[in-house]
């Protein structure tokens, strides 16, 4: 146990280390040549460019104005200032939602904290409960005397907890009741003020059935005509492309080392630039650089002009899925929400991610084949979660002396010294476990993409739900009742329902201690080290020493990295549920997660408005997952409160508690039906009123042409922007009406209807317009 | 522990009341008076009339044709004659999906008890378990034998018994896949087929937001002219008409009297026809009763049309709530299936119930208090479910000698008596509990109907899951585990959830003779007495004699009931239940259930030919529940197998059972994907597809004056048929283009398109109609 001693030392550490990476950054932010690493956003956006000072040329590299370095902390109130609706413009909604879930857990736990140290603290407090026990072998520390073990066995005291955990409940409802509806309203906002984007007009339709007699380009136009004849727009056929991906990154690279090499001709104009055709140009024969490079591009360039067309000709290269478009948003929306075919398998329809937003290699992934799939990540991630420490054991255990010496008997001798034998048995097996714990996200994330999600936010909206419960059963039932996962499920499964909370409910005061240790290691440190971006400044320094040879370059070394929500959500979720379940039992703890929440809210909102370039913009769709996890972090503290309580001999208050989860269920499906559809569902009214109002605006708006090529593959992407000359011919397209003649005898009876532009056109175009490059 | 002896008495008893019962059917069916009773529907479809034999007086109410009692089990032929088509379009497809549940039990189960007893018998039978023990205190029977018990602890014989579950499983989830595969392409087809009917183009919106400045119906009427600008038709506001239904169904009455006297005047016209005012005209005045009726009627008609008046001027009358009619089915099917505005709790969309099929009294209540009322009626159910036990004991003290003494000491010396006093201890409390258990489906129904669903056939679906629930805790565990349900829950989550499944699974070899025996009195001897329809018949003949003055009277008289799915399928669920649980453990029990399903399916494949009159048609939209509740219960015999497989050491062979409910509930959900939406959504294929054909055939099709007035309330809707021939006015209203002036100033600057055919002339129309009767 841990006295206050200790913990001071501990937090004396904590901050101290903050305050170094703090310093650390003030200094290292001022200096030109770091420029790129702390203020990459700005140069993405264009707003910012290379500090050109016109002094000296040390200047250019160091800051020498000892002005700037007193004020070290000013980045904080600069990072405050830059009011929502501002942040939301700059930096999208994601973010800024983001952000809002630290400032939730400032206004659930700041009022909180308030009532705890006024009412629970002085309760606690004026007990003697451990001072009688300490004649018995219980140890407690001081911080023990302010929490709930100090109150007697079958004492009255126990009515003020539970008083307290109804008003603590009720005061975190409110405040989720109230922060969801702000969200809902945000994201219904920016969506509705959002300029035109093409996903607004688009639907992704997965599984087209086969057809013997059409292609899917044709059978998705014909089913689209014939069910939707007054919206239809156009379409775009999902290609496999990822041979041809590969082709076109490397024929990139060619040209990105054709341009250094033509840079140091230009410079040194004397000596044309020679080169080694072999591995990284180190031996091989000798060539004469540019021309070589030429060469090689001329060929990689019919290369992929024949794999081009390969996948354009190829059926087997069109996966069965599509992007269509509709006339009007109001047609999306309704194409979005229904179900298009008898057989629910087939034809499905969802709202389109944004274009970056989608995940392509995921769009073919037939239904059977999907539910399969979920089946077999189901029960592997509960393996992963629960067995994680058996491969993790075996690895440590051919990581030991013994084991090294036997898989590799002649390091035998070696491992035998005194030095690395303590390394080996002192770090090995903890390395071990780090490095795991450090692949864990992205083997989560793995899991997802098998899972078969279309889009990245999806993915890592999986892959936080995922971590969330790994985190949930190996750091915090794990550091509550010691002992591996598994042996927890041994020992879950072998007891009564009542016996599981109580068996951790009786733990939970005793940990308090390391939990707050915890809070300080990886939130008040941690979160001061994100902010030196210590792996992407190193990173991009040795890029730019060694690698960089274009300005292009120079721009691709910057790593602004992004929020991370697969990574970074689960870590506040667990404060929260830290947060709850100590609330009634420890309030200490509580002051120390406010300092988490306000740290973090202000690092990264700097980091936010400075640094990180989000991948693609989900307009919050995370929230109800977010929202999801607090009301669950509140459920387990209340069951277990009700378990410790159950120990405690308070039989009379006790069963006052049971209402209390059931009401905060109810209160979770009460938001679910009130506010969750407003981020999985589209409304129609909402959409009818930027259909008219831009209908009104534009009367003559192209929207074939808006659309054209939005949602083709990225590797067509490059290529097609210098072909927008093309698009003119196009026009011309799109004013004589097409019918595609149908090849199926059944189909040539329906009543296809007439008059519709050919979005054939635009199909084919698109390949056209792809197989220029 | 019965012995074969003791069941074969059981049987013989059961078998000869269920012979008799059909004797005595086979009777009373062919006597011409009870004809009514027994062919209602022939009668109420109109293909069936008085029999009218041309011979003595008697043979009009007796048969004394001794040639038709000879094949008195004739009718069963003739009830499964029928195809299946051709009873889909007798009875609708309701009753013929019913029907199926039977049949997919005896699918099921044929091959399960053919395999049982050629291989689990024999395994069972060959071991001496119980001779051994028999020394011990464990008395045994011969059933017993042939079950699981007699095989030894520890065996390697529990392999056969983990293959034949494995076995099992996945011969009932072939056949419940290709029942719900039959029965989505049943309902397809069906929908498809059907004519047209006004549900098809029309949605229910709830939750109208109140509005200053406009009615519910302006509002309505704008809402959808903006947002489905071109597919809006018509709307129907929703009256609360309760007042006016009484004073109808009054008025009704009293002119079915006026006919009765009007009869009897015209059969002795010397003596005018008199009555008494007082109650059942038993006092008061003595009046003329041809002229007292028509003066009550005329003051009658008056209050109506007041209240009529009032109903449609007061806005208070007008719930928020209406029906919106479309121009295709497309446009309905789209707007059933999407969230119409930003915020998802007004404006709810989901389509609308056949008008039969409407439940009124409930199309008003907001969505706050819809989900308040689910939590009361979840607590309710749990309170009934476990705790129902309490006020049972309760009035049964008061029931007791000493309670009556207590409660009314007047009576002490009569409940004194001996015959009374016998009576009273043995009796009373059962027939508490029994009166207890016939009203159980009606306050379940009662619950329903305030959590507030908007159909009778949602009403009985939700009912009937309670009914399964309360049955499964109640009839099931209950006689499993002796005690009652609260003594279980109480014992339940003390054991840990390892133990649960044991406590189980141990006792059900042992309860096996005592759901034999259940089996043959509520399924054989239940269902043969469904089949003589005693309580209708009964009071059939009653109201005949008594009260049926007039032919419209004995039309009434007659009571067909319906299928009653909220009692009928979880009775048949218990059978399916008794039936995986006991496949393993004690396949004698088998041929048992076989019998009841083969029974059950002929009895009321009978019934819904000749008797039952579906109040509506739902096109087996139950299918799901009865599909998830039979899964269900393979689930449960899972686990109860692993729990007795866990006592009986068969500790290399039990692992290999976890993952059959994994592979269950998977199967479940893929279900659940692949099906269910064919009955929940509504795919606009087909819609389409419809509105093509429909165009082709009728394109002159005046669809406004074909839903003029399909959504009236009841209490209208009897008024308004006189007022057919007003219909044509309308037509010419119609004609005209009104455009609705708003009267709100915001609304004024919306968009609405013009030349929208004006609903309001429509709805006016409708109380119009309505304010002539």
Redesign the interface.
């Known amino acids: 146990m841990a006295t206050l001693g200790d913990i001071g030392l501990a937090a004396a550490i904590n901050i101290l280390s903050a305050f170094i990476f703090f310093v650390a950054f003030a200094i290292l932010r001022l200096q030109p040549f770091n420029d790129r690493v702390y203020f990459p956003k700005w140069y993405l956006k264009g707003l910012r460019t290379e500090p050109t000072s016109s002094g000296a040329f040390v200047r250019k590299f160091v800051n020498l104005d000892y002005r700037s370095y007193i004020r070290f902390l000013n980045w904080m109130p600069d990072a405050l200032r830059m009011p929502e609706p501002e942040l939301v413009e700059h930096a999208g909604l994601d973010s800024a939602v983001y952000l809002r879930i630290y400032l939730t857990g400032l206004k659930i736990f700041v009022p909180i904290a308030f009532v705890a140290w006024t009412v629970l603290v002085p309760v606690n407090w004026t007990n003697s409960n451990l001072e009688q026990e300490k004649g018995s072998n219980v140890t407690s520390s001081d911080i023990d005397k302010l929490s709930i073990s100090n109150v007697p066995v079958g004492s009255q005291r126990f009515w003020g907890h539970i008083v307290m955990a109804y008003a603590f409940t009720f005061w975190a409802c409110y405040v989720l009741l109230k922060e969801y509806e702000k969200v809902a309203s945000m994201r ?1 906002q920016f969506l509705a003020s959002e300029r035109r984007r093409p996903d607004q007009f688009t639907v992704l339709v997965r599984n087209v059935p086969p057809d013997p007699d059409e292609s899917v380009s044709e059978l998705v136009e014909h ?1 689209f005509l ?3 004849p ?1 919206h239809y727009l156009t379409h775009q056929v999902v290609y496999n492309a990822n041979k041809l991906a590969k082709l076109v990154k490397e024929k990139e690279n060619l040209q990105n080392w054709l341009v250094y090499y033509k840079n140091k001709f230009s410079r040194n104009s004397s000596k044309k630039p020679s080169m080694k055709t072999g591995f990284l140009g180190l031996w091989g024969k000798r060539v004469e650089a540019i021309d070589h490079h030429e060469s090689e591009i001329e060929k990689l360039s019919k290369e992929i002009a024949a794999e081009r067309e390969r996948v354009s000709k190829d059926s087997k290269s069109i996966m069965p899925a599509a992007f269509v478009s509709f006339k009007t948003r ?1 047609a999306a ?2 194409c979005a ?6 057989n ?2 087939v ?1 499905l329809t969802e709202w389109a991610p944004e274009p970056r937003d989608v995940y392509w290699e995921n769009l073919a992934i037939p ?2 084949s999907l ?1 399969v799939r ?2 077999i990540i189901a ?1 592997a991630f509960f393996f992963l979660t629960f067995f994680f420490m058996i491969p993790i054991a075996f690895v440590q255990s051919l990581a030991s002396i013994e084991g090294i010496g036997k898989a590799a008997p002649f390091l035998k001798p070696l491992v035998e010294k005194d030095f690395i034998k303590s390394f080996v048995q002192g770090f090995l097996p903890g390395i071990v476990l780090k490095i795991f714990l450090i692949f864990l996200p992205a083997i989560l994330m793995i899991m997802s993409k098998f899972e078969g999600f279309g889009s990245l936010s999806s993915l890592e909206r999986r892959s936080a739900s995922r971590y969330y419960l790994f985190n949930f059963v190996n750091v915090f039932l794990g550091s509550i009742i010691t002992g591996s996962a598994f042996e927890q499920l041994d020992s ?8 599981i909370p109580k068996t951790i409910g009786v733990a939970i005061p005793m940990k308090a201690t390391f939990f707050i240790t915890y809070i300080m290691v990886d939130g008040w440190a941690g979160v001061a080290g994100e902010i030196l971006m210590l792996k992407p400044l190193i990173i991009y320094h040795l890029k730019n020493s060694f690698l960089v040879k274009t300005e292009k370059d120079r721009e691709e070394a910057m790593d602004p990295g992004s929020l991370g929500f697969n990574i970074g959500e689960p870590r506040i979720q667990f404060y929260f549920l830290l947060g709850f379940v100590y609330a009634t039992v420890t309030p200490a703890i509580l002051p120390f997660i406010i300092v988490f929440f306000a740290l973090a809210f202000v690092v990264f909102r700097h980091q936010i408005i400075n640094v990180y370039s989000q991948q693609y913009e989900s307009a919050a769709a995370f929230w109800p997952d977010v929202h999801g996890r607090i009301v669950t972090a509140l459920v387990i503290s209340q069951v277990l409160l009700l378990g410790l309580l159950g120990t405690k001999e308070a039989a009379k208050s006790t069963p006052f508690l049971i209402a209390l989860p ?1 009401l905060t269920i ?1 209160f979770y ?2 938001c679910k ?6 981020f999985v ?6 959409a ?1 009123m930027k259909d ?1 109002l831009e209908r ?1 605006r534009e009367p003559n708006l192209n929207l074939k042409g808006y659309l054209h090529n939005s949602y083709i593959h990225p590797v067509f992407k490059a290529c097609v922007e210098d072909e927008d000359k093309k698009v003119d011919d196009d026009e011309k397209w799109e004013t004589e009406s097409v019918l595609v003649p149908t090849k199926r005898h059944s189909q040539r009876n ?2 296809a209807p007439s008059g519709v532009s050919g979005s054939r056109s635009s199909s084919s175009s698109s390949l056209r317009g792809a197989s220029d490059f």
Chains 1, 2 share one sequence.
């Open positions: 219904l089913f014939v069910n939707h007054d109001w929306a309704v929400q229904t179900q298009q075919s008898r629910p398998t034809w239904y059977v539910t979920k089946l029960v879950f499964i072998h007891q009564s329902a009542t016996d059931v109810w499906r009460f039906g009130r506010y969750e559809s407003a569902k589209f409304p129609l009214q909402e009818m008219t009104a329906t009543p």
